[in-house]
């Protein structure tokens, strides 16, 4: 593990300064460094259960999906953020399964579920590290839930294109309407209608492939 | 506090070894048993939160209301189980609010908030805890949030009238049109077509209060 690897993890893992020099040095030794592609699947309820993720760069997302295929995002994880669920195999109180993909070439810091489970058995605060980050997704997905159960679907369009215009600092999105329904947990049609009465209203304009904000103000109207 | 009370204590909280006598007769001493009758609303996002509680007899119901007042059950609580949402506002990693109603005359043992977050602070496997139960109800979220999204209204209406009908070992559901709408997250309207559908299968009976289940295994084949 390089120098850089080991300051990651004592600056991301906020039980480090409870835990003995042997066990600083045995999650040292066995956290992967691993770099997975835009597209990958890593996780989920069939394949062994991967462990506990932490984002270096990258970005990966969770989502439950349907038998019929219908997939809704929980969250997406971004540098410095930690995955849980993808040690559920060895949380007793986790009893449910999602899926994790990597959205574009991510590298990722992963403890794999043999280690820590053995070290969430030995050491309380590691246990309760990782139930606090449940506790943190648990409120992720409360919002998600919320947002979808709740919302007129205008309102939940509005946001997702301003909170993706906040997160990549551009008016200019490259989403395809089949990615941003399967972003809201919607159906394409739904998305592509919306997005055309945006466009008719002026709000934003439709390229291919892209989708460029225009009235950022009106669009923030509809948010509230 | 009685004797019968302070078992149960000692029965329900797994973290109780751990504690110090004094914390222990510091919990004895705050813990209240409260009475709440059918209806009775007893934390919501704008009263403060009462604490951590212990249903003795009865049930609650967790759920959660949009502005429009639409109502989605999360899940119910029954004796022996632990509602930590209704403590939230001390718990730094719940960052949501939930509503919980009584559902039938109830008594509920309830360590205040103020008390809870004391020992929260003091003794990391009180921490541990609460996160745990935390994260039973995450999964329980994960559940009711599948069935929502993903299944279809008539898989859902029979998993639910099945449920009801073990819980209460009865085939005689007294419950209306209006109150399944509630528990199962969908509109009254949706609900009595339903209802008036499996009736003309001949799987149930429909009578001014009250649901009769005729064809149980007709009922299980729609859950498949």
Redesign the interface.
Known sequence: MTHENRLLLKKYLSFWDKLTPLEQTYIEEHTNLMTYQAGQNIHNADINCLGMIIVKTGCIRSY?L???G?D?TLYRLYPGDICILSASCI?P????D?HVDVEEISELLIIPSTILSKLIKEN??I??FS?????????N???T??Q???MSFDKRLAIFLLDESNKRQTNILPLTHEQIARYI?SAREVVSRMLKYFASEGLISLQRGEIILKDIEKLKKLTL
Chains 1, 2 share one sequence.
């Open positions: 439950i349907s038998e019929k219908k809704v949380i109180h986790l009893t449910f999602v309380i605060y246990e309760n139930y606090k980050i449940a506790a943190d997704k648990f409120s997905v409360m919002w839930m919320e979808i159960l709740f947990g």
